[in-house]
Nanobody
Framework: QMRLVESGGRSVAAGRSLRLSCQAN????????LAWFRQVPGQGREWVVH?????????WYSDSVKDRFTVSEDKPHNMVYLQMDTLKTEDTGMYYC????????????????????WGQGTQVTVGS
């Protein structure tokens, strides 16, 4: 059974960096799907980045964060990190780590309904 716990969110000034962590216990780094979403009050969850393993592990980023956000993995410690650089005020939101069991080669996708395991979220607030 998977259990996801996010941490690292806080208030920062625009232009600064922040690293979020997702403790992903029970996650199989060789086959499972994982994504980061964010949400602001009154809006739906916005896809940020998702994992893909069609042949090799890679990450797909939304246009809004591409070239600023980077995911890294620490397999021995079951950790996934979201490095966020050059933060903007529009990056403010509750950030969620999401996952589901899968098989190698399966497309993970960017729809929140593709994921059935969610963490509790960690709040990121970017001030101007």
């Amino acid at each position: 059974q998977m259990r996801l716990v996010e941490s690292g969110g806080r208030s920062v000034a625009a232009g600064r960096s922040l690293r979020l962590s997702c403790q992903a216990n029970g996650f199989d780094f060789e086959r499972d799907c994982l994504a980061w979403f964010r949400q602001v009050p009154g809006q739906g969850r916005e896809w940020v980045v998702h994992r893909s393993h069609g042949g090799r592990i890679s990450y797909w980023y939304s246009d809004s964060v591409k070239d600023r956000f980077t995911v890294s993995e620490d397999k021995p410690h079951n950790m996934v990190y979201l490095q966020m650089d050059t933060l903007k005020t529009e990056d403010t939101g509750m950030y969620y780590c999401a996952a589901r069991s899968s098989s190698p080669g399966n497309w993970c996708g960017l729809e929140s309904s593709n994921y059935d395991q969610w963490g509790q979220g960690t709040q990121v607030t970017v001030g101007s």
